[in-house]
Nanobody, 123 residues
Framework: VQLQAFGGGVVQAGGSLRLSCAVS????????FGWFRQAQGKEREFVAA????????YYGDAVKNRYTISRDNAGRTAYLQMSNLKPEDTAVYYC?????????????????WGQGTQVTVSS
C-alpha cells in the first residue's frame, strides 16, 4: 500500500480536524501530494495540493483560507489541517500522489490513491 489516509471523524461546525496520509518510502521523495473529497452523490472534488519540492501549495476555492496542506519529510506524511469546518465539508477525503512537480486540480495525473477517510461535520 503506497498511501494510507486516516484522521477523519465527526466534528461540530466551526471545529477543526487534521487528516494524515502516510506514504511509503519508495515514493515519498518523488511525488507531489493532493487531497480530494467526494460527498455522497457528487463528483470527486479537488481540495488541495502541495508541490513535490514542498515549495508551494494551492487550494480549491471552497476551502481556501480554512485548510492547510503540508508534508513532513522525516515522517513521510502529508497532512491536511482543516479549520472552521462547515456541514458542506462533509465527505470522504482521499489523499493522492502525483509524480509531477506541480499537480493539476483534476484527478488525472494522480497515480496512487489512499483508501479515503470519512469526515462528518454536524450543524
Amino acid at each position: 500500500v503506497q498511501l494510507q489516509a486516516f484522521g477523519g471523524g465527526v466534528v461540530q461546525a466551526g471545529g477543526s480536524l487534521r487528516l494524515s496520509c502516510a506514504v511509503s518510502a519508495s515514493i515519498y521523495s518523488y511525488y507531489a501530494f493532493g487531497w480530494f473529497r467526494q460527498a455522497q452523490g457528487k463528483e470527486r472534488e479537488f481540495v488541495a495540493a502541495i508541490r513535490r519540492s514542498g515549495r508551494g501549495a494551492y487550494y480549491g476555492d471552497a476551502v481556501k483560507n480554512r485548510y492547510t496542506i503540508s508534508r513532513d519529510n522525516a515522517g513521510r506524511t502529508a497532512y491536511l489541517q482543516m479549520s472552521n469546518l462547515k456541514p458542506e465539508d462533509t465527505a470522504v477525503y482521499y489523499c493522492a500522489a502525483d509524480e509531477r512537480e506541480m499537480p493539476g486540480r483534476s484527478t488525472q495525473g494522480f497515480t496512487f490513491w489512499g483508501q479515503g477517510t470519512q469526515v462528518t461535520v454536524s450543524s
